[in-house]
């Protein structure tokens, strides 16, 4: 074992700070190391999943917007201030829903639902 006499580490405030390797922490570490590729391997199979469910909304999933009693289908149509576009002006309620009921909204489409003068409401 080593001393601590005649060395910078005598003083005892920096007593407490200093440690030897002892065959635990060395058995450890070890153990640490053969188990990465493991944890790297389980990590790695849970992002795989995660990302396998996350379905990003495409321009052809179903929209609809609703104006003034009115429903509007604007699936394949883009936003804009065009006659066949439509806009989602600042405000806190949901402006875009995935059905024709409005009850389901899509997430990240805030706004009052505006339509272009050419769009027309879909039919009951």
């Known amino acids: 074992m080593k001393t601590l006499e005649g060395t910078p580490y005598q003083s005892e405030c920096l007593i407490m700070f200093y440690r030897e390797e002892t065959p ?3 058995t450890t570490m070890k153990t640490i190391r053969n188990l990465l590729p493991a944890l790297a391997l389980v990590f790695g199979a849970t992002l795989a999943m995660a990302m396998n ?3 990003p909304t495409t321009a052809n999933d179903p929209k609809y917007g609703w104006h ?3 429903v509007y289908d604007v699936t394949n149509r ?3 201030s065009g006659a066949l576009q439509y806009q989602c002006n600042i405000d806190t309620d ?3 829903f995935q059905d024709a009921e409005v009850t389901t909204p899509i997430s990240g489409s805030q706004g009052e639902f505006v339509p272009g003068s050419g ?3 879909i039919e009951d």
Do not use: Q, R, V, Y
Request: glycine fraction near 12%.
């Open 24 to 26: 635990t922490t060395i």
């Open 68 to 70: 003034e009693g009115e």
């Open 119 to 121: 769009l027309t409401p």
């Open 53 to 55: 469910f996350a379905s």
């Open 78 to 80: 883009s936003m804009g």
């Open 94 to 96: 949901p402006c875009l």
